[in-house]
């Protein structure tokens, strides 16, 4: 239900506002804002959308909780397309998901709403931890043969001399 009121409601509110601005600053202006606001856009959600996911990699690498990374570059994903669909409401709701004190609330809200019954980190269906490579069965055979040390050792070797 709430879907079809989106679906109902946005582009009536889109409407509204075109015809608004419009007849206040004309049509040409009115179309530069929805294509400036575009680009400003891309440019503003590329640069948060690397931040996200260094933040995602940063959280994955010191094996923490990825849910607040993740929520937040799928915001930045949403405020992509919003601000990429011409409109000032859509654009309004975009540039708001930037700010990342509004992200911050959007996930807390959303993360009060939610009840988390089951979670599980890995592909497999227990924790299952590496093995020791010091605890291995396996027996290596090899050669050996000693080195023994040079005799001067302040005279280097040929080998850290270089080419003549």
Known sequence: MYLFLAFLLVP?????????????????????????????GTVLVRTQGRMA???LQRSFAQLDDPTEPLA?????LLSGVLLLTPGFFTDAVGFALLVPGIRVAVFRYLRSKATITHFQMG????????????????????EFTEVQPRKDP??????VEGPH
């Open 12 to 40: 009536i509110i889109e409407i509204a506002l075109f015809i608004q601005v419009g007849g206040l600053i004309g049509l040409w202006p009115t179309l530069a804002i929805v294509v400036l606001t575009a680009v400003l």
């Open 53 to 55: 996911l260094a933040n």
């Open 72 to 76: 937040h570059g799928a915001m930045i």
């Open 154 to 159: 302040a005279k280097p070797s040929k080998w």
């Open 123 to 142: 592909a497999g269906a227990q924790f299952q931890s590496r093995p020791d490579p010091f605890e291995q069965d396996e027996v290596i055979d090899g």
